[in-house]
């Protein structure tokens, strides 16, 4: 008989694997994944030890079990990046003169999927690097820099034809990260206009922003990370200031909201942490990492307590100092089935579940991503076998059928499917189903 089985991700245990095939670097600053076959990751340039490691970019088709180096730059510091459908994606360069990296061009973009690369064709003036990248939709994106003055960000509505600049230089130093739940409300990780740790915020897509939070704290505190495992729960990792701090065992924090963002409070981590990638696979837990001496934090209670995540793969000199999850600075998922991070290596997350209802194949799963979304998702799901007749339904909050279609005949594996219909605001109930299976899964949309 024909099976798909949902995995249940909120009862079970969680660890991490270095992908056997992912390249192996002092830290990937970024990657990106349009599904959960095709995906690029970055590194940056830099000397380690004896070790020059140059800007590099990569490329996976099969879930990141292997990659293909495209590009090589001895002058580039690649520090962010992102991708709009499997064609057309941007990298964001730090384009810090004052060190090392002569490449002075603050975005790249691509047209054939990550092979070429050239200057984006940005307005001036324009951010002097780029520090984070936001895909909001297949056309708009946004592009945030850099994480010292000036601060500023590009947008384009049209998949990188044309952008647009804004400068934020009135309430921040310098601009790190980004989150957006659809065209029109997100949020940029900053250092605030005093050197305070700082998120801004907007509900009119970029048009006014205020601060959404601003610490009281300390100077040279940034806001480094920003993560919503839900519409309503999010986290943000604060990077600490220096070695000054270290020196004098200063106390870090994080925040999290419980209210969408419009209001986060602080709470302590661990002293001299520097904290960088923070990421959850629901509202309670999550991981936080960086560049401190024990490696990848994990929490299960929504960041009440932590405690060390042993179970990162790559542990191994030079590019580790022997610690596993060493340099984490990145996380992303996809719905609540699939995870990713980027350390000195790129990991991925793989459930494991004890009890009779949770023992599942972690390939036979169903999620949507993004979610919440505006305009469109992608439903993602895996076939233990081919089969015919797919069925997609969606329905509303009511029962009431507002969607059917016949997929007809779908392979087995990984099979997606763009959903685009133009749904009011709420909450939906998907069903992918045929006549051996049915399975149902919740989406929001958000407008």
């Known amino acids: 008989m024909f099976t798909l089985l949902l995995p249940s991700l909120c009862n079970g245990q969680y660890t991490w694997q270095a992908l056997p095939g992912a390249p192996v670097s002092y830290r990937f600053d970024d990657f990106y994944f349009i599904n959960p076959d095709t995906g690029w990751a970055i590194n940056p340039n830099y000397s380690y030890e004896t070790l020059p490691v140059y800007g590099r970019v990569f490329r996976t088709y099969n879930g990141g079990q292997t990659w293909a180096q495209l590009k090589d730059s001895s002058l580039s510091y690649y520090r962010s990046i992102g991708f709009a459908d499997a064609l057309t994606g941007w990298i964001g360069n730090l384009a810090d003169t004052s060190i090392q990296y002569n490449d002075t061009v603050p975005m790249y973009q691509t ?9 984006a064709n940005l307005p001036n003036p324009h951010p002097a690097g780029i520090c984070g990248i936001s895909v909001v939709t297949d056309s708009i994106v946004f592009a945030y820099g850099r994480y010292m003055s000036p601060a500023g960000y590009v947008k384009t509505m049209d998949k990188g034809a044309s952008w647009v600049f804004t400068s934020l230089d009135s309430l921040a130093f310098g601009l790190i990260d980004g989150h ?63 070695s000054y701090f270290k020196d004098k065992g ?33 509202d309670s837990v999550g991981w936080l990492g960086g560049w401190g001496v024990r490696g990848t934090y994990k929490t299960t209670d929504g960041g009440n307590t932590w405690y060390d995540d042993e179970s990162f793969g790559l542990s191994t000199p030079p590019y580790t100092n022997g610690i596993a999850g060493f340099a984490m600075n990145r996380f992303r998922s996809f719905g609540d089935t699939l995870m990713y991070a980027s ?37 993602i799901y895996n076939l233990t076998e081919s089969t015919k007749n797919i069925v997609l339904e969606v329905n509303n909050v009511l029962g009431q059928r507002i969607f ?43 407008r």
């Open 180 to 242: 957006f739940f659809n065209k029109d409300t997100g949020f940029i990780t900053a250092m605030g206009v005093d050197n305070k740790a700082a998120i801004l915020y907007t509900n009119n897509g970029g048009a006014s922003w205020r601060y959404a939070y601003h610490s009281t704290r300390i100077d040279s505190d940034r806001v480094w990370k920003i993560y919503f495992p839900t519409r309503n729960t999010g986290y943000a990792s604060i990077e600490f200031g220096g």
């Open 343 to 379: 350390g000195n290596t790129i990991y991925k997350l793989k459930p494991v579940f004890t009890g009779i209802k949770d023992v599942y194949d972690v390939n036979q799963s169903i999620s949507n991503y993004p979610n919440p979304f505006e305009d469109q998702t992608t439903i």
């Open 111 to 119: 047209n054939d999927g990550g092979v070429t690369w050239t200057p």
């Open 250 to 282: 200063f106390n870090t924090w994080f925040l999290k909201t419980i209210d969408g963002g419009n209001t986060w409070t602080e709470k302590p981590f661990f002293a001299n942490y520097d904290e960088e990638g923070i990421g959850f696979v629901n």
């Open 404 to 446: 059917y279609k016949n997929l007809g005949a779908q392979k087995k594996g990984i099979n997606q499917i763009i959903f685009n219909e133009k749904l009011p605001a709420g909450i939906y109930f998907y069903t992918i189903s045929n006549d051996t299976f049915n399975v149902t899964k919740k989406m929001i949309v958000s």
